[in-house]
């Protein structure tokens, strides 16, 4: 070798070159395509999380709603309860009995009654 540049050396050059240009096209486009992926399984992930966030918000409110409608059927709550209906009961009886006694003094159930 005098200096001069041989041929085959210019072409394995040349061919190391059109190589590495040729694997760095195919990196690109499988690292375009790797990012496309990504970006779909994040967009997915977002719904996902979403869809979660949504069935926790709601299964906490029917928790809420459950708590609820059992604290208003426990046994002490019906107890109160009934025990306030039997009083509006008996109430309600006295009423009638005075109403019935005030519509007999002025004569609304005798004999020529209208009604």
């Known amino acids: 070798m005098d200096g001069s ?11 190391i ?8 096209a195919v990196a690109r486009s499988q690292i375009a395509r790797l ?3 990504l970006q779909d399984v994040e ?5 996902a999380d ?4 949504r069935l926790e918000n709601d299964a906490g409110t029917q928790v809420q709603r459950l708590d609820v409608i059992a604290q208003m059927m426990s046994p002490l709550e019906r107890e109160k309860y009934h025990r306030e209906s039997a009083t509006i009961l008996a109430r309600l ?20 009654a209208k009604g």
């Open 35 to 37: 990012t496309e992926m």
């Open 50 to 53: 979403q869809r979660t966030d």
């Open 17 to 24: 070159v059109f190589s590495v240009a040729g694997a760095a």
């Open 93 to 112: 009886t006295v009423l009638e009995r005075t109403q019935a006694k005030i519509e007999g003094r002025v004569g609304l159930n005798g004999p020529g």
């Open 5 to 15: 540049i041989d041929i085959r050396l210019v072409l394995t050059v040349l061919g």
């Open 43 to 47: 967009a997915r992930l977002r719904v």
